[in-house]
């Protein structure tokens, strides 16, 4: 059955959402949306699956990071736990490209063809790294690599992934763990914890026997091992995968009483929340933001090995603070994020409100603090680890900023906008690194404060 | 290049303007009309960059000057800066000191204020005719010493001069008091008719004809007196 309309697409990813939280994934809300309570790892994972996204999950060990991934992805991709799990990536010092991407099939090279047996994990749209910070900065780089392309590419055959979406977990630091490099952190379009859910709620885990078993079927999981092992073309291997997981839909419909989506599904809600604009204050308050993580008066931009200069007129904004530029993934990072959690609560354009509720979870992984700001701030009682929790308090700072200047700044780029269609007039001026930002844009020559 | 704040196309541009960039856009203004009016009463009644003293030539100055400034709003402030306009600016290419003294003058007449304060002292340029005709119930103080003709045809009004003032001082004036706190040139209440002035410098002479009115020096009545008028 195909659910066309925007309602109907949007109730089944609710009754997703709600089938996950009431009997697989325990935990306390923690993001408050419209008044509703949501618990963020659980809301911005279904987010990232619906939007071909890459998410990063970080927690203690044992407290779901993977398993809310596996659980969300088994239902928006209607795949079997069994076949997500055979496709999942661990990580470890010792994992090679051969068992990540794909390898040579023997026996063809023996008679001296050169054919590549692709790894499910290459070949499925639905990819999980297992504690991705345990993996050499090299593995990494070339998870991340084809993911971001979506083609993977062994010898010299490549396959390329139409839909797929990426859930990287990591372990805090300890002896076996190498850190997440910056350039590669940033590919991830949000991180988010998956927090211990208190001891009311952990108690109840378990208390209703293994929950996991409605969402496996052994014969269809073997059957999709046989389809993904075939030798015949990607493409046609994943259509015939399409068929298998329309059965499983069908099944899981039957025994838990939760509809799932197709292929087509997927494609029609990611066209929808394409479409849902920005309105005009959320479009400000974005530009605000990167302004404040970007502008460096002094240098042009923040670049990471310079440092700010004493008593700078521009103390008090975040750029300040931090010693690294954000980069223009972020952007789309925000984009794609608020526009689903838009079509999610039914609301025909992204508002401040949206924003406010993706922005610390795609900022938190990519700002670099100073080490005195972190010492500021490390001891400050909140319940979110440190980097998020960092990235709400300045996402709170920018937005009472806004808040105050709102009027000034929209009034600012309506005045940018008939300048550069070439009104005489004079761009407005103000004291935040966006009036300064959009002067430059104008190509006013911008002298010191 | 694509116009990166098209999205904000839509939204009425407001101009809010912040208050001192209001009050100094109306000074602005101001300042325009008097220099303009200033340069105006320049080309019509000097020719050949020359101005001669004759009584008709400084009635029909006075008139125009008068004329030029009826719809002008202006305070002492503005007098003020237009008094420094002409020392220095270049917006006055050239300063004729007796058309810009009855400018001054019509300008002082016909302010709002009764009680003007003009700071003098730091300006290259000796402004004449200053207080010229200054009606009854103003009050005109002169901070510096100042050039010829001051206080000429005052008309009832109280002209103060920290400084000391040129020749000519209250030519032909009809009511009213000049107070000068330093010393006065030649000529002093030359064809005065009333009134009184009071000097608490020198005096280099008093005039030769006088209508009435009195003259004091250092509280002494000097005129009108038997004894020669030659202090």
Same mark, same amino acid.
């Given at each position: ?449 | ?139 005109? +103080? ?7 003709? @001051? =206080?000429?045809? %005052?008309? /009832? *009004? !109280?002209?103060?001069?920290? #400084? ?32 009184? +002035? ?7 002479? @008093? =005039?030769?004809? %006088?209508? /009435? *009115? !009195?003259?004091?020096?250092? #509280? ?12």
């Amino acid at each position: 059955m195909v659910y066309n309309s925007n309602g109907a697409l949007r109730e089944a990813v609710h009754e997703i959402h709600d089938y996950i939280r009431e009997n697989l994934y325990f935990n306390r809300s923690d993001l408050a949306l419209k008044g509703k309570g949501y618990n963020s790892a659980l809301l911005l994972s279904l987010m990232t699956g619906l939007r071909k996204g890459k998410a990063l999950i970080i927690g203690e060990p044992g407290l779901g990071k993977t398993t809310s991934a596996e659980y969300v992805c088994c239902l928006l991709y209607r795949m079997p736990l069994g076949t997500i799990w055979g496709s999942e990536v661990a990580g470890h010092p010792e994992q090679t490209e051969e068992k990540i991407i794909g390898r040579p099939d023997l026996g063809r090279l023996n008679l001296g063809e050169e054919v590549v047996v692709w790894s499910h994990f290459a070949m499925l749209p639905v990819k999980i790294v297992d504690e991705i910070n345990r993996l050499p900065e090299t593995k990494q780089s070339m998870i991340l690599d084809g993911v971001d392309r979506g083609n993977w590419e062994y010898l010299n055959d490549a396959i390329i992934n139409r839909e797929y979406c990426l859930f990287a977990t990591a372990n805090y630091q300890d002896r076996g763990t190498n850190t997440i490099i910056a350039p590669l952190v940033d590919r991830f379009d949000l991180m988010v914890e998956s927090k211990h859910p208190g001891a009311n709620l952990a108690y109840m885990i378990g208390s209703r026997g293994p929950a996991t078993s409605t969402l496996r079927d052994e014969e269809l999981e073997g059957e999709f091992h046989k389809t993904l092992a075939e030798r015949s073309p990607y493409e046609v291997r994943m259509e015939k995968l399409e068929l298998l997981c329309e059965r499983f839909g069908e099944m899981i419909r039957r025994t838990a009483q939760v509809r799932s989506l197709s292929r087509t599904e997927r494609e029609t809600i990611r066209n929808q929340m394409d479409q849902i604009h920005f309105d005009l204050d959320s479009n400000a308050f974005l530009r605000m933001v990167i302004s404040e993580l970007s502008f460096c008066h002094r240098f042009g931009q923040k670049r990471s090995h310079e440092t700010c200069e004493e008593g700078c007129h521009f103390t008090g904004y975040v750029c300040n603070g931090i010693r690294n530029c954000i980069s223009n993934r972020f952007p789309t990072s925000v984009r794609s994020m608020a526009q689903a959690i838009a079509w999610f609560m039914g609301d025909q354009a992204v508002g401040i409100e949206h924003l406010k509720a993706v922005l610390p979870y795609t900022l938190a992984h990519r700002l670099q603090w100073k080490e005195e700001v972190v010492a500021q701030r490390e001891k400050e009682p909140r319940n979110d680890p440190l980097p998020i929790h960092m990235a709400k308090e300045c996402v709170r700072d920018m937005h009472r900023r806004y808040m105050e200047q709102a009027p000034q700044v929209k009034n600012a780029l309506a005045v940018a906008c008939q300048v550069a269609q070439g009104a005489s007039m004079e761009p407005v001026q103000g004291d935040h690194p966006l009036f300064w930002e959009i002067r430059r844009d104008l190509g006013e020559e911008v002298l010191e404060p | 290049m694509k116009n990166p704040f098209e999205d904000f196309g839509s939204l009425s541009v407001e101009r809010k303007e912040l208050p001192l960039e209001r009050i100094v856009r109306a000074r602005e203004e101001v300042m325009e009309r008097m220099v303009h009016g200033y340069l105006k009463l320049v080309e019509e009644e000097v020719k050949d960059l020359v101005w001669l003293v004759e009584h008709s030539r400084v009635v029909k100055a006075y008139s125009a000057a008068v004329k030029s400034i009826r719809e002008l709003h202006y305070d002492s402030d503005d007098i003020e800066e237009f008094c420094a306009e002409l020392d220095s600016s270049n917006r006055i290419p050239y300063m004729i000191s007796g058309p810009a003294g009855i400018y001054l003058s019509a300008l002082v007449n016909h302010a709002q204020e009764d009680r003007i304060v003009l700071p003098l002292k730091d300006y290259q340029r000796a402004f004449h005719f200053v207080g010229y005709r200054l009606p009854d119930g103003k009050t005109l +103080i002169l901070q510096g010493d100042v050039g010829d003709f @001051v =206080g000429a045809g %005052l008309s /009832g *009004g !109280r002209l103060v001069v920290e #400084g000391s003032v040129g020749n000519w001082c209250g030519a032909g004036m009809l009511k009213g008091e000049i107070q000068v706190m330093e010393n006065s040139g030649q000529n002093t209440g030359e064809w005065m008719r009333g009134g009184e +002035i009071h000097v608490e410098g020198r005096i280099r002479s @008093v =005039g030769k004809t %006088l209508f /009435g *009115g !009195r003259i004091f020096q250092r #509280g002494k009545l000097v005129m009108p007196q038997e004894t020669d008028p030659d202090v």
